[in-house]
């Protein structure tokens, strides 16, 4: 089973989605939690600050594992954690997986193309 975590990013009741770029094998032009897959010898929290850091140039702590939201959709199993604080300015430093990054309310999340119909809940529930 493949491994993949991400991040949920709130300020001022807003969530930080990315935008994956048309040319993305998994999930093409669709809006996503940052997050990525965890690498061979890695952990999922470990994989987690490692891939904020690569996507959004921020720093976060180490999560607590047993904190995250684990979902399984089909052969993937997500490890999910919402992340409280950070340290650095969020830009869009992945510029070959996406090709936008926003801030978004519930409202305006209802109206997006999301990689999965299971976020909403998760994002704002």
Known sequence: MEQVV???LRSQHRVLLCHRRADRDWYPNVWDLPGGHVTPGETPPRALVRE???????????????????????LIEFHIWRVAEWTGGVRNAAQEEHDSIGWFTEFEVRD???ASAMYVDLLFG
Do not use: K
């Open 6 to 8: 991400a991040g949920i």
């Open 112 to 114: 997006l193309d999301l």
């Open 52 to 74: 904020l850091a690569e996507e959004l140039g921020v720093e976060v702590g180490l999560p607590d594992a047993d904190a995250a939201v684990v979902l399984v959709e089909g």
